[in-house]
């Protein structure tokens, strides 16, 4: 049965952990990247999914700072979907009113990818719609490494004063800086643990899993979710 939408909370932010796409290939006797390519159509379609279901603000988990382990065939094919992707995006932002940031340590990539990155932000930035964040080459730990770092620096050359750090502080010189903390996080392809996501932002957010493969996940799966959501109830710390 179709759940009804307009009787859902829609969770301003949901974060989504986009996993299974090797198994999906896997499956079906298809190459690991295959698996991207089709991962990379189920993004496409979420981020419209999302936008049209009201949701301010989704983040994906698209490359985290432990994947250049893998293969240097899969971390090839997938940079070159990046690159693709890349351009894609500012045709689908500007159909969907969409704004993207990306979050993440990009000194990393190749040039061309650096600028594409800078491009798609800078060309998005006046939209009013959803804001996508996509997390490549991101990590919650170095994310943190990177805010400590630069806050060690303010505080030497005298803009920042230690005594006066609050919890606002740290956010601000994380790279989600304005974006509010998720309300959702969701994981596809049943592994329950966060994969060095987001570790500061997921500090109160309700987490959801689905045994759903990525390339398999859609719109009916993002409603179930939200409904799941629905009938959670948040305390933050206190008592009713
Ligand atoms: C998620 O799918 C995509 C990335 C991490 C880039 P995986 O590639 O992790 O798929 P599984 O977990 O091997 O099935
Ligand atoms: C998390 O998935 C990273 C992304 C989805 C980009 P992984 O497949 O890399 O996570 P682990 O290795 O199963 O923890
Ligand atoms: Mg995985």
């Known amino acids: ?117 800078d491009r798609l932000e800078s060309e998005t930035a006046d939209n009013t719609g959803m804001t996508f964040v996509i997390a490549v080459n991101y990590g919650g730990r170095d994310e943190i490494r990177r805010a400590v770092k630069q806050m060690m620096r303010d505080a030497k050359s005298g803009i920042l004063d230690p005594d006066a750090v609050t919890e606002d502080t740290v956010a601000s010189y994380l790279d989600t800086a304005g974006i509010p903390d ?21 500090a109160y957010s309700e987490i959801y899993i689905t045994d759903c493969l990525w390339p398999d996940f859609n719109r009916e799966e993002l409603v179930k979710a939200i409904a799941q959501y629905n009938t959670r109830e948040r305390r933050f710390g206190g008592a009713k």
């Open 182 to 202: 998720p309300d959702l996080l969701i994981r596809t392809s049943g592994e329950i643990r966060l994969s060095n996501y987001l570790l500061w932002q997921l």
């Open 1 to 117: 049965m179709e759940t009804d939408i307009s009787k859902l909370v829609i969770p301003r932010h949901v974060a989504l952990i986009l996993d299974g796409n090797g198994r999906w290939a896997k499956k079906r006797g298809l190459p690991r990247t295959a698996g991207h390519k089709q991962g990379c159509v189920t993004v496409e379609k979420t981020v419209e999914d999302a936008a049209r279901l009201g949701i301010d603000y989704l983040t994906v988990y698209g490359f985290s700072t432990e994947n250049w382990k893998r293969s240097v065939e899969e971390v090839g094919a997938l940079m070159q979907l990046f690159r693709y992707y890349l351009k894609r995006l500012l045709k689908i932002a500007r159909v969907n009113n969409v704004r993207v940031k990306m979050i993440g340590d990009r000194t990393r990539f190749d040039q061309d990818i650096i600028e594409g990155i």
